[in-house]
């Protein structure tokens, strides 16, 4: 765990108060993500887009009007000190706050030990229906990606048979639940299911399980490093010329990773993707570059999460409707700075757009807002 910070930059959106900040009530914010282990590859871009909102905020409002700074804890699936960590934190009233982009499965272990006691922003993806007191989950959702993209493939693909690859915890496993049904819609089926344990690297075993279902798509709902391992051994088997290939976990980070030789028909449904080409990405990644130079991390999905979730925060301060046992569904609708132009209305991110987009070499091409 260590303090960190930066300067600032740009003005505020429409609806933001300007204020001085009372830098002797500084709030500290534990700020939870990867920093090693197969999810680790998320960290420099997630930290990096906290570090750049924070700058933001310092530079302007602060959080309710409190200057900021981040304390950044080790989110790993495999750090065996989260719970005890964030115990301490919370008891000596060392953080205000808590600001999470890791697993679902950190996630439950995180509620367990502090849940209720400090509000806590859970930034990426996910499976859904997170409801526990003073949590604001505010990713897209399994339902909402996977409905539109399964349906637009089967209209302009028509893939017969999926098969669904993941890793074995909760989001795969409720997002194939949900595209069981999505598939079916498009008079498709899915036709197996296989799920792995975290830090897989041999497939093998897995692409003879699709090659004998005869499927014709593969959901692929792996995480970072593993869904990289998946997809090399995926292009390398020769699957990736006939069978396509749908996820909506794997960012700009993970193409990168199994590289474009083996990225043929490979979809991603997101909310974000770097190449997006809106006014308020544009503003998002000029700002990101300014601030970090053209070194900066890959900018991702998971990475730009942690910017909304700054934000989000600080626009829940400004309303005074943040504490660990506020209730998401009770705060209405809550519009916050963006990349992407997403709102919060009644503990639902029915805001956040979707898009679909195809890998194409090293990068992602949207194809449609979904």
Known sequence: MFPSSGPATPRLPAGRLQRPLLASHELNIALCVPLGGFAGIWAPSALACAKLAVSELNREAGLGG?????????????????????????????????????????????????????????????????????????????????????????????????????????????????????????????????????????????????????????????????????????????????MLRLTCGAGENELLGFGADNAEEFYAACGYFATLDTDANLAFKARYRAHFGERAPTLSTHGQSTYEGMHFLAALLDRGECTGRSRATSVGTIAYRSARDAAFEAGEPSGVPIYLARAEGNAFRVLTRL
């Open 66 to 242: 409190r200057a900021c700074r981040l304390l950044t804890v080790n989110a790993a699936d495999d750090a065996a000190d989260i719970e005890a960590t964030l115990t301490e934190l919370v008891q000596a009233g060392d953080i205000d706050a808590i600001v999470g982009m890791h697993t679902s499965a950190v996630r439950h272990r995180i509620l367990r030990a502090v849940g209720g006691r400090i509000p806590i922003v859970y930034t990426p993806l996910y499976e859904g229906g997170e409801a526990s007191p003073g949590v604001f989950a505010i990713g897209e959702t399994a339902e909402r990606q996977l409905r539109p993209a399964i349906r637009w493939l089967g209209e302009r693909k028509r893939p017969r048979r999926w098969y669904a690859v993941g890793n074995d915890y909760v989001w795969p496993r409720m997002s194939h639940r949900i595209a069981r049904t999505c598939i079916a819609e498009t008079g498709a089926e899915l036709v197996g299911e296989t799920y792995v344990p975290f830090e897989t690297t041999d497939f093998s075993a897995v692409l003879e399980a699709v090659r004998k279902a005869r499927a014709d798509a593969v959901l692929v709902s792996l995480v970072g490093q593993d869904s990289i391992e998946f997809n090399r051994a995926f292009g390398r088997a020769g699957l990736h010329r006939h």
